[in-house]
């Protein structure tokens, strides 16, 4: 399905650009954070909460709703949407790739795909690019993902062009494969690790399949941040303008601007809500962990002109308090408070292009972000 | 304080009443019932949540906040609504005496009070009536209650008869001790077991005692409904018509019916969010565990007319997966539904008090609520 993106305007100064695409849910607006259900739930979150934040397109999980509640009982349900009653803005599921490589075990990777047993029931399983998006279609998400391998950190030259190679033949594979183009965009995904050649090979190869649009994988694996931008400079120049870039799994603020001055469109992440649960929240000048004992008589909100829930609502003390007592609301405060701080963060990004003062912003952020040390 | 009960209409038929009392917060009509929220937050619920699910009154536990975070960091939060922010109505905390005597380790009664051991921390600590009061006091509830024994079942006569005999000392103790009277509402506990002459002797010199209203407790304590039932019989005869009547920690949706008929006004229990926590739902037909492998494929709500968040926007079959893969926003989607099935069925015995229907109301919910096996 072809999103309709368009470039609204491109930074004259970095490669960001302010963008758009369309599904039937409406125009969505890049860049762009997304959320992640992983199983088919962005952790303690409500449909409502969603809203409450600004969550547009929100990501999913193939290789989690394969195992649990299975596709065939979300398709029965009507898709995603309609099984989990997310009706705010598009899906998108990646292809299982990643968590069969990271959660499942005893991998044993061959041409035709990938057997491993299930990291719930030690079940064999078998998981192709075929399987994959006929998962995927069932699924019935906006976005899909071609199925890829995303080796480890670190990872010899010899393996990664190995594995670049299988994954181009594999998303050639999916393609063929995926019977709901109509209406569902398919991506390819880059991969290469920290190679430079390995990564333009990547781009260069997976463009020509030409598909909806083009995900970088495999960055968020246990590199330096510096690493990371390298692979996304590395790849960017060889991905068509007219597409999306969806950069996986990275949400870190810095990386979002960073992220974004390189090029990338769309960004997901589980931090926002992982770090909930571990009662940290994002604030502009750091992370900070509501459990720290000074936080105990805090009564102010985690910040102080944040439009969140948690923010209008409660205080640094009731949260920690709730946190330290194990209370789910706590963890859903600090989710709603993270979303939002990444959601507001993207809403300022998509200014400072208009404005052309990104290198400036990203300069400020930086310097309020790491000014005081995180807890 | 005076909560300025008057009782609006009492049932020719049975010992039901509607009433109403009033607060700061507005004015509250009984029957109700009152959801628990033991560490300052109804697990899993929002302040939202709350005014959703009608809420109006709930109950937080001394024990719990004396121990995390404080009765002082309550206090200078500006109590406990403040600290928690809610807003809906008035709260009600109970002595904590249950609480030393479900949860803490070591106990050792004495006529000043309760040397205990903190479930928590292990850590010494020592309870008496004035203490009670006192932290009540810096917690600014609404409506306090006495520290009371609430002894096992069974238990002997004679160790019941001393007992109670201690807990209108300790009531004695505690109301000389609340310093807040003009505002904060302060009830006396009825006890005394299964014992026909203890519960009257109970209800009459907790009575000459004067409070601004009366619990009857310890009859959720594993004894059989017939012996609940009974308890009631036995002290509502002695209690004041013109004050509030609360069963302490009563919520199965028979009981209410049944509770409200032998002249009980307000009902707290931690039943509809526990029974969440596991998986399970009220509905008319009895309670149903959505873990049940019938509901994979169930794409209806719980209950086709209920006007929860649940069930106006969630199927059981998203529910289950949500309670089977251990999602959080599961037990929130069914607490809100089991305390919305509990408010619900309040206003139907509103009416059919009104209506004079009560016992005709009480046979056909029995009828159905028992009608098919509950899983």
Known sequence: MDLQFKVIKSDSKTNARLGEYKTKWGVHKTPMFMPVGTQATVKTLSTEDLKSVYADTILSNTYHLWLRPGEDIVNLAGGLHEFMNYKNGPILTDSGGYQVFSLANKKDIHEDGVYF???????????SPEKSIEIQNK?????????????????????MSNSIDRTIRWAKRGKLAHKKSES??????????????????????????????????????????????????????????????????????????????????????????????HGNAYTRGGKINLR??????????????????????????????????????????????????????????RIHIEDETLIEFRDDFKTKYYGEKNE
């Open 117 to 127: 047993k299930s990291h719930l029931s030690g079940e064999k399983l078998f998981l």
């Open 184 to 277: 569902q965009a398919l991506f390819g995904i880059v991969q290469g690790g920290e190679f430079e050649d390995l990564r333009k090979k990547s781009a260069i190869e997976t463009v020509k399949l030409d598909f909806d649009g083009y995900s970088i994988g495999g960055v968020s694996v246990g590199e330096s941040k510096e690493i990371m931008y390298k692979a996304i400079d590395y790849a960017v120049p060889y991905l068509p303008k007219d597409k999306i870039r969806y950069l996986m799994g990275v949400g870190d603020p810095i990386d979002l601007i960073e992220g974004v001055m390189r090029g990338i469109d769309i960004f997901d992440c589980v931090s926002p809500t992982r770090l909930a649960r």
């Open 139 to 159: 699924l019935g998400s906006d976005i899909i993902m071609s199925f890829d391998e995303c080796p480890p950190y670190p990872c010899s030259y010899e393996y």
């Open 292 to 349: 720290n004992n000074k936080y105990k008589t805090d009564f102010n909100p985690i910040e102080e002109d944040c439009d969140c829930y948690a923010c209008k609502n409660h205080t640094k003390a009731y949260i920690r308090h709730l946190i330290v007592s194990d209370e789910t609301l706590g963890s859903r405060l600090l989710s709603i408070h993270n979303i939002r701080f990444l959601t507001k963060l993207i809403e300022d990004i």
